[in-house]
C-alpha cells in the first residue's frame, strides 16, 4: 500500500521559510519553471 499523506518535507516553504517563499516572484517562463522546480509541496512529475 502506498501512503499519499505529505510528509514534513513536502509542508517546507520554497526557499526555507515563508518570508523568502513569499518574496520568490518569476519575472519569465523559465523562471516560474525553476521554482516549480524547486517547491517542496509540489509533486514530481
Known amino acids: ?3 499519499a ?3 514534513p518535507e513536502q509542508d517546507d ?3 526555507g521559510d ?3 517563499e513569499n518574496q ?3 519575472d519569465n517562463a523559465v523562471e ?3 521554482l516549480k522546480a524547486l ?3 509540489d509533486s514530481p512529475a
Open 1 to 3: 500500500m502506498s501512503d
Open 5 to 7: 499523506s505529505t510528509t
Open 13 to 15: 516553504p520554497t526557499g
Open 18 to 20: 515563508e518570508g523568502t
Open 24 to 26: 520568490l516572484d518569476a
Open 32 to 34: 516560474e519553471d525553476t
Open 39 to 41: 517547491d517542496p509541496n
